[in-house]
């Protein structure tokens, strides 16, 4: 099946700084790339959908200026976390669908798990 | 509003069956989704319902009833390694994926 890589997968940085994750489709092409949030014991929570070439969408209550999203390839998206604090640790995971299938399958990044000291 | 249920922990014994189920209340439908994940790591695709009746896979089988807004997730023959969180998510009709908080399956020996 479709690969979807994800660096780093744990990242540890001292409040204030800035920390940027990438996500590569590694054998398809990704349009449309999915960036969620997952705290401890809860679900995924859509933060915004990273779309190749043009700006991201943001879901309600994410802050654009905070969680700065560039696609800028059909194989890459970068989410950086600018001046972070300690709530926004938390584990990070991108996903891509390949092609245009109804099945609509995800395929996800292996996660990065951010801890802000 | 959008909901998804589904219990929070389960527990079944090596080699035994166990069904997981899912109720859902969404605008609109375009499909279920059966994800599983290990703990720290990214989910993986299970199963895709958007007809009703049973999508059988090996040993996981999904069922889904549109007019019931119910699905479950049927394990069988089950390992160690079964041992997961089980995750339902419904897209709705503006094809966004609306996920459930996952179900935390415990197998004992």
């Known amino acids: 099946g479709a690969v979807v890589s994800q660096h780093p997968s744990r990242v540890i940085c001292k409040s204030g700084t800035s920390v940027k994750i990438e996500c590569r489709s590694l054998?398809?092409?990704?349009?449309?790339m999915f960036w969620y949030r997952q705290f401890p014991k809860q679900s995924l929570m859509l933060m915004a959908t990273?779309?190749?070439?043009?700006?991201?969408?943001?879901e309600q209550g994410v802050e654009k200026d905070k969680f700065l999203i560039n696609h800028a390839s059909l194989t890459l998206s970068t989410l950086t976390v600018t001046s972070a604090h300690p709530e926004d640790s938390s584990f990070y995971i991108c996903?891509?669908?390949?092609?245009?299938?109804?099945?609509?399958?995800?395929?996800f990044g292996e996660g990065s798990r951010l801890t802000v000291l | 509003g959008q909901n998804i249920d589904q219990p929070t922990e389960m527990t079944a014994t090596e080699g035994a069956i166990v069904q997981i189920n899912c109720t859902y209340q969404?605008?609109?439908?375009?499909?279920l989704f059966w994800y599983q994940q290990h703990a720290g790591e990214a989910p993986t695709f299970l199963s895709y319902?958007?007809l009703d009746g049973l999508e059988e896979k090996g040993r996981f089988s999904s069922f889904l009833s549109r007019s019931k807004g119910y699905s479950y997730l049927l394990l069988k023959e089950l390992q160690m390694k079964d041992s997961a969180s089980y995750l339902c998510?419904?897209?709705?009709?503006?094809?966004?994926?609306?996920w459930g908080a996952g179900t935390k399956l415990i197998i004992k020996p």
């Open positions: 996903s891509a669908r390949d092609g245009g299938g109804d099945s609509g399958e995800l395929f």
């Open positions: 054998d398809f092409q990704a349009t449309t």
């Open positions: 990273s779309n190749e070439g043009s700006k991201a969408t943001y």
């Open positions: 969404t605008s609109g439908f375009n499909g």
């Open positions: 319902n958007v």
């Open positions: 998510a419904v897209r709705d009709s503006n094809y966004q994926l609306i």
